[in-house]
């Protein structure tokens, strides 16, 4: 069972950047380790982890066997557009783990008070 | 001593009423007796540097928080013959408040020393009439993180008087005593030279508080209990079984010796 935590801020406005953290649950086994009784333990890392907002890409990472468990994900975004956000990765044994988020991107100059 | 003077008559009586004297004092520790005083009493979180400290405290990161999240969904999810979760019976989680700081406590049916993990594996089987949880099994750690987790804060209060009592002084004897291969004892590391380094890293006072926590060498969650049988192995000691009355009572023994350190689960240690 492979979940996720994701942290985004909770108000983002058109033109910002703004900081993504993505904490995926995951044994990232290197492969090199032995159990308690010498026994090697496959290796099980995320080969890739690829962000899409509505269909588009705007962030890939493939760890490989230099990243230890939990691996924390942070990355930095620039608001253009709202839209569904699909974080997907896939390890070595074939599984997918996904996460969705409904992306809210507020219009700039919403709420600028009048002149004098 | 009393100096000796051209007046004076060496008595072997008086010899031997400072020998017993001094006997006495050197015997067993008394309950009462702490090797390191309850104000000098410290976190391991002091000895884990700016890192592990800012990972701890970061409550989105923290890597314990998975395992806390997966705790809570179980509290809430039927199981065993039964069908009922453990909300059926005890409610909230967040009613759990308090129960933690008081293990390990003795179970009043069979007599023995019960942690936690006993505790909700007793509870498993014999209440919700559902297949055990291995020791150290994901669930189980889950559990008893989710359960200490509500006391997070509070101070530990061990109850050692009544039929505690038998289980802290064993537990607080092989605390003292020498074993293994490298013929330590855990005072000698833990109460004689915390904060100094063994290898590279500083030695902690081995403190309970922050259990069940996520170890970064193990990369996953880890009970007071693994723990200790690590420290079995760090000196070259044989490993008692799992489940061990042993290290129940050692954990009582700590819980006693760090009281009043508030509860940090899930605490991020090396």
Redesign the interface.
């Known amino acids: 069972m492979s979940s996720a935590r994701l942290q985004i801020p909770p108000r983002i406005t058109q033109g910002d950047v703004f900081k993504i953290r993505l904490l995926v649950n995951h044994p990232m086994d290197s492969g090199f380790l032995r159990d308690i009784d010498g026994v090697l333990i496959q290796r099980n890392v995320i080969r890739h982890l690829v962000c899409t907002l509505n269909g588009k890409e705007v962030f890939r990472v493939e760890p490989t066997t230099g990243v230890s468990a939990n691996p924390l994900f942070e990355f930095y975004l620039r608001a253009t557009e709202s839209g569904g956000m699909l974080f997907r990765w896939v390890d070595d044994k074939a599984y997918i783990g996904e996460l969705r988020h409904n992306l809210v991107v507020e219009a700039a100059n919403t709420s600028k008070p009048s002149g004098n | 001593m009393p100096e000796a003077t051209s007046n004076s008559v060496f008595s072997w009586h008086r010899l031997l009423v400072w020998l017993l004297v001094g006997v006495c004092m050197t015997s067993t520790l008394s309950a009462q007796q702490r090797v390191i005083p309850l104000d000098k009493l410290q976190s391991g979180l002091d000895f884990s540097g700016a890192e592990v400290q800012s990972l701890q405290a970061d409550e ?2 923290n ?1 314990g ?2 395992a806390l ?2 705790g809570n969904k179980l509290w809430s999810k039927p199981d065993g013959k039964s069908n009922k979760s453990c909300q059926s019976c005890h409610g909230d989680i967040s009613r759990m408040k308090g129960i933690s700081v008081r293990y390990p406590a003795v179970d009043k049916a069979s007599k023995k020393l019960f942690n936690l993990e006993d505790r909700i594996s007793q509870c498993r089987t014999k209440n919700q009439k559902a297949s055990e949880w291995p020791y150290e099994s994901d669930e189980l750690l889950a559990v008893s993180l989710a359960v200490t987790a509500t006391s997070r804060g509070m101070p530990l209060q061990a109850q050692i008087e009544g039929a505690a009592k038998s289980h802290f002084e064993n537990g607080q004897r092989i605390f003292m005593t020498r074993q293994g291969q490298m013929n330590l004892a855990c005072t000698n590391c833990h109460d004689q030279h915390y904060a100094r380094k063994l290898y590279t890293d500083p030695l902690s006072q081995g403190q309970p508080n922050g259990y069940p926590l996520y170890r ?1 060498d193990w ?2 969650m880890a009970s007071l209990e693994r723990r200790l049988r690590f420290c079995y192995t760090g000196v070259r000691a044989e490993i008692p079984p799992w489940g061990h009355s042993d290290m129940r009572d050692i954990s009582l023994y700590l819980m006693w010796r760090g009281q009043g350190l508030p509860v940090e689960t899930p605490a991020v240690r090396k």
């Open positions: 989105f990161a890597p928080n998975i999240d997966t970064l990369q996953r």
